[in-house]
């Protein structure tokens, strides 16, 4: 079984800055690509940003200069750090993981996701 916990959301006033973290645990083979979305109350989900195994990234056009995804391959992790917050920031952060289990044969390529955690910019 595979779990995705996400840590670091909180309450922060607008020009400031958060750091989300996520780990993957349970019967991993291997993470293909791993990202964040977010999403508030009447509107979809939404990427944020995603890195792949090989370290590319693609940001959402809104979060550009101000968001950095990084990952740790050797914990399982990725993070987002998040500058310069805007009150449209505020939302549900999730973590997502494609990832492949080390449990099945053949090897599939399987979505994981994050309880989410709250992040609020206050102005």
């Known amino acids: 079984q595979v779990q995705l916990v996400e840590s670091g959301g909180g309450l922060v006033q607008a020009g400031g800055s958060l750091r989300l973290s996520c780990a993957a645990s349970?019967?991993?083979?291997?993470?293909?690509?791993m990202g964040w979305y977010r999403q508030v109350p009447g509107k979809q989900r939404e990427l944020v940003a995603a890195?792949?195994?090989?370290?590319?990234?693609n940001y959402a056009d809104s979060v550009k200069g101000r968001f950095t995804i990084s990952r740790d391959n050797a914990k399982n992790a990725v993070y987002l750090q998040m500058n310069s917050l805007k009150p449209e920031d505020a939302a549900v952060y999730y973590c997502?993981?494609?990832?492949?289990?080390?449990?099945?044969?053949?090897?599939?390529?399987?979505?994981?996701w994050g309880q989410g955690t709250q992040v609020t910019v206050s102005s």
């Open positions: 349970g019967s991993i083979f291997s993470i293909n690509t």
């Open positions: 997502n993981a494609l990832l492949s289990s080390s449990t099945t044969w053949p090897r599939q390529l399987r979505n994981y």
């Open positions: 890195i792949t195994s090989g370290g590319s990234t």
